[in-house]
């Protein structure tokens, strides 16, 4: 018989990346649930998914009220951690808008309790009462949890194109145009209060405040083509139609939000420290 933890692996990844916004966090929570794991009397686990969901949540937890303050001292703009995802994560087309780097971004203005709600109930259906027993809390205060999170949620998430032919024909535009330093193919394709939010976390050069206009927007881009070694590729960054970029042995990732058959919205990360995923897939499960 196969180990529950192997067989809820990728869920439990999922979560704890959902929470923490980075895959480095979410693969040591899902090392100390397997620790916690290892030493329980499992016979006496009824249901094993439920209870390595409860785990890997009060892991993350006590993860995310540390690297909450870590954050506060990030320099420029903070990311998350971009994923490697196959089309096939796009399929969902829930769970890819909530491991979308927009939503992450979203998530992150949550508190730690209120994330935590959302995620599991939300994202992952996990009913109240096991959320409450997993923060301790009563199944009350959670419903209050959740109402409050939803509602923060639900005014900050970015409109997203649902249609998945109509995501990937803008990026496939955006692609030819930023490879080619086309300045009028991109202002084509990026909507006219487009949104450049980048993160190189003090390592490498990144504007440090969001970009904002099609015609800077397009000029930034153009001038990044010119530089010695540049290619753009299309990939699958969090379950979306996204672009890795690779100028003389550095990265970094796009991920581009669409509307209406336009970018409204550009997350780039290039700090080299938050790259490890771009190279291998990650497995994302509900």
Known sequence: ?????????????????????????????????????????????????AYLVRVVTRQALNRLRSVS?????????????????????????????????????????????????????????????????????????????????REHVAARRPRMQVDRAQQEAAVERF????????????????APDVVVISDGGGVVPAARKPVVGAERVAALLARAAELTGFTASATWVNGMPGVRLDVSGSAAALSLVVEDGQITRI???????????LDRVAELRR
């Open 1 to 49: 018989m196969t180990d529950p933890f192997v067989t809820h692996r990728s869920l439990l990844f999922t979560v704890a990346y959902e929470m923490l916004g980075s895959a480095a966090d979410a693969e040591d929570v899902v090392q100390e649930t397997w620790l916690r794991w290892a030493d329980v009397d499992q016979a006496e686990v009824r249901d094993p998914r």
């Open 69 to 149: 303050r870590r954050r506060e001292d990030y320099i420029g703009e903070w990311l998350p951690e971009p994923l490697l995802t196959t089309p096939d994560v796009a399929e969902d087309v829930e769970l890819a808008e909530n491991v979308s780097i927009a939503m992450l971004t979203v998530l992150e203005t949550l508190g730690p309790a209120e994330r935590a709600v959302f995620v599991l109930h939300d994202v992952f259906d996990v009913p109240y009462g096991e959320i409450a027993e997993a923060l301790g809390k009563s199944t009350a205060a959670v419903r209050q949890i959740a109402h409050r999170a």
């Open 175 to 190: 692609l030819a145009a930023v490879s080619n330093g086309d300045v009028q193919g991109l202002v084509d394709v990026l």
């Open 267 to 277: 997350y780039g990360i290039n700090n080299p420290h938050k790259l490890g995923w």
